[in-house]
């Protein structure tokens, strides 16, 4: 098991170590650092290794492995670790950036502003349900939260509207059906992962056996159907069921 697995979120850790410099430009590490970002990234066009590494303003950041931070910016940004290798966390392929005592993390922080990542963050996100595993339920609402900023594009009014986006796609690990807000008791739960599922995902999302028979992958669509209670009966369906 990757000690990641076992860290636990501590922000003000990872503060203490980073150090702006050279007039505010760039971030220098005091004593060290990791970063991480799914593999998966590259292939959305959210990181690209070569030479350069940029990659999204979506990474986990550690001092020690112990204890991490959270970046939340989704515009790309140049990184410039001392060596990298992929590694394994909680059964995915991830790559570990690693920075030695006194090096530059980032070298430039004036990011560019452009809306074309926006729909790659998405689709890794939400179309195909690939969170990484340092997004907790009461993250996942903020991930294109600040797309104003970062893009020059709104996608959610706001913040009510995020939290309604992503709960549909937010279930019960022990359930897939069940929504994951249903199975939560105290404010404890939160720090619960929740199990992410595509929006692509027809027989998981559609609310009635007609939407669910009408879904691209019918043998799915149709054996969901029979097996699980609808959420919101059509009328068409009450005719037929008579």
């Known amino acids: 098991m990757h000690a990641m697995e076992s860290a636990v979120r501590n922000p ?9 410099v050279n007039g505010g430009k760039s971030i220098l590490t005091k004593g060290g650092c990791y970063i991480y970002i799914p593999v998966g990234f590259v292939s959305k066009e959210m990181a690209f290794i070569g030479n350069t590494i940029e990659i999204i303003g979506l990474y ?6 112990k ?6 910016a989704t515009a790309m940004k140049e990184i410039t670790p001392t060596s990298y290798e992929e590694v394994t966390i909680a059964g995915e392929p ?4 690693r920075f030695e005592a006194g090096t530059v993390v980032i070298p430039n922080r004036d990011l ?5 990542h926006v729909y790659n963050v998405t689709s890794y996100f939400y179309d195909y349900g690939r969170r990484p595993f340092w997004v907790l339920a009461e993250d996942d609402a903020e991930v294109l939260t ?6 020059g594009i709104t996608v959610f009014p706001d913040q009510t509207t995020a939290d309604v986006f992503v709960a549909h ?3 019960d690990p022990r359930d897939v059906h069940k929504y994951y807000r249903h199975s939560l008791k105290n404010e404890g739960d939160l720090r619960k992962p929740p199990l992410y599922v595509p929006l692509r995902d027809g027989p998981l999302n559609k609310t009635s056996r007609l939407a669910k028979v009408a879904d691209v992958e019918l043998k799915r669509g149709i054996r969901s159907a029979l097996n699980v209670e609808p959420v919101r009966p059509e009328p068409l369906e009450d005719l037929y069921m008579r």
């Open 112 to 116: 560019t502003v452009l809306p074309g």
């Open 67 to 72: 204890t991490y931070g959270v970046a939340n």
């Open 12 to 20: 003000a850790k990872i503060h203490s170590d980073l150090v702006v």
């Open 169 to 171: 796609t937010q279930r």
């Open 94 to 97: 991830y790559y570990e950036f």
């Open 60 to 65: 986990a950041i550690t001092t020690d492995q």
């Open 146 to 151: 600040g797309t104003p900023r970062w893009n």
